[in-house]
């Protein structure tokens, strides 16, 4: 009577803990032979198998469960181990196949298996060569404008206007008196900030578009675009210079610091968090002309641009440092444009889904 009752209830633990701490897994032709092999795969579990295994034409059944590691418990996960999937493994130890560098790195890195069917498709450039670059694909390239106006300024009128435009002129005391003229570290310090307003604002009419049931007109998009565009800048100048651990650190503060000061800012007032951006772009398009102006006295070494560069921007295999600041400068310029017309709309008492976004620059 005790031993019924013992089973009746390991049989109800089971039932309600089986789904949550047991996988089920059949494997195809495995004999006994290949028990040692699965309990390879299997490293650091405990492993019950049912079944047949002499019989090699039958199915195996396979329950594992994970027990207890230092640190506290993990649920198991399941894995499929077919005969698919073992060609995989084997094409890729071989050398077969290979995963390519998150930025365009290196053939070191070795390629990921997976039984979810999400295959990375292969892309090639115009003349037929791998494409080495997995943070953007060939048509997210474009070539900057480096004819649009550089002088445009948008003179400071209204109150806000004012408030906008002198917050931005505070800000650049202290970050000349921090970088002095090293351009190079400036501009890649900066882009860690210059790529939050996009990212902000977007998210921000993303979550506004969903409340509402309604469309952005496309800013939501537009804003992102920006993000992405101020985000490739960063990674292009990292190719040029590397950050000291200090200015590691100050990154952290300063994007915790502007993320949130932003967000409420957004909040509050878009006219006015738009303007900002605009005149911070103003003063970008400064710093980049200061920084030719270092690269043609030589005081700056006119290095040959990086290869990320080339590609995202579509230049000359020959392109230089000079080069590569041009375009993003002209890329600050546009990002200037669409802020403080993003700015006017809300001025004049409309809501930007009321004028189609500037979509198709980058």
């Known amino acids: 009577m005790m031993i019924r009752s013992t089973t009746r209830v390991a049989r109800a633990v089971l039932c309600h803990m089986g789904p949550r701490y047991f996988s089920t897994t059949a494997l195809h032709g495995c004999v006994a032979s290949d028990v040692q092999a699965i309990r390879g795969v299997f490293g650091g579990t405990t492993t019950f198998f049912h079944g047949n295994l002499a019989q090699s034409s039958e199915k195996?059944?396979?329950?594992?469960?994970?027990?207890?590691?230092?640190?506290?418990?993990?649920?198991?996960?399941?894995?499929a181990l077919g005969d698919k999937q073992q060609e995989e493994e084997k094409k890729v130890q071989g050398g077969e196949t290979g995963?390519?560098?998150?930025?365009?790195?290196?053939?070191n890195?070795?390629?990921?298996?997976?039984?979810?069917?999400?295959?990375?498709?292969?892309?090639t450039k115009e003349d037929g060569s791998e494409w080495r670059w997995n943070c953007f694909k060939p048509w997210e390239t474009y070539k900057a404008d480096l004819s649009i106006d550089l002088k445009k300024h948008h003179?400071?009128?209204?109150?806000?206007?004012?408030?906008?435009?002198?917050?931005?002129?505070?800000?650049?005391?202290?970050?000349?008196?921090?970088?002095?003229?090293?351009?190079?570290?400036?501009a890649m310090m900066l882009e860690t900030v210059a790529a939050v307003p996009g990212m902000v604002g977007g998210m921000l009419l993303h979550c506004k578009s969903l409340r509402r049931f309604e469309h952005s007109g496309g800013w939501i998009?537009?804003?992102?675009?920006?993000?992405?565009?101020?985000?490739?800048?960063?990674?292009t100048f990292m190719e040029v210079s590397q950050p000291r651990w200090y200015e590691r650190a100050l990154v952290f503060t300063v994007q915790g610091v502007f993320f949130n000061a932003y967000f409420l800012t957004y909040l509050v007032s878009p006219k006015l968090a738009h303007r900002i951006v605009g005149y911070l772009e103003e003063?970008?398009?400064?710093?980049?002309?200061?920084?030719?102006?270092?690269?043609?006295?030589?005081?700056?070494?006119?290095v040959p641009a990086p290869a990320i560069a080339i590609d995202y921007w579509r230049m000359p295999p020959n392109s230089t440092l000079r080069d590569v600041v041009m375009v993003v400068r002209a890329d600050e310029a546009h990002h200037r444009d669409v802020n403080h017309f993003a700015?006017?709309?809300?001025?004049?008492?409309?809501?930007?889904?009321?004028?189609?976004a500037p979509l198709g620059y980058h």
């Open 60 to 79: 195996v059944l396979v329950r594992c469960m994970r027990l207890p590691a230092v640190g506290g418990a993990r649920k198991a996960s399941t894995l």
């Open 99 to 107: 995963g390519a560098a998150a930025a365009g790195g290196g053939n």
């Open 109 to 123: 890195n070795k390629g990921i298996v997976s039984y979810w069917g999400v295959e990375p498709a292969k892309i």
């Open 155 to 186: 003179a400071p009128v209204t109150f806000l206007d004012k408030v906008a435009y002198w917050t931005v002129k505070s800000l650049r005391f202290p970050t000349d008196i921090f970088f002095q003229r090293r351009y190079g570290c400036r």
């Open 221 to 235: 998009k537009a804003l992102l675009e920006e993000a992405e565009n101020e985000r490739m800048h960063l990674m």
């Open 283 to 302: 003063e970008a398009i400064h710093s980049y002309t200061e920084f030719l102006k270092e690269l043609d006295k030589g005081t700056i070494e006119n």
């Open 343 to 356: 700015s006017d709309i809300h001025y004049q008492g409309h809501e930007l889904k009321e004028s189609p």
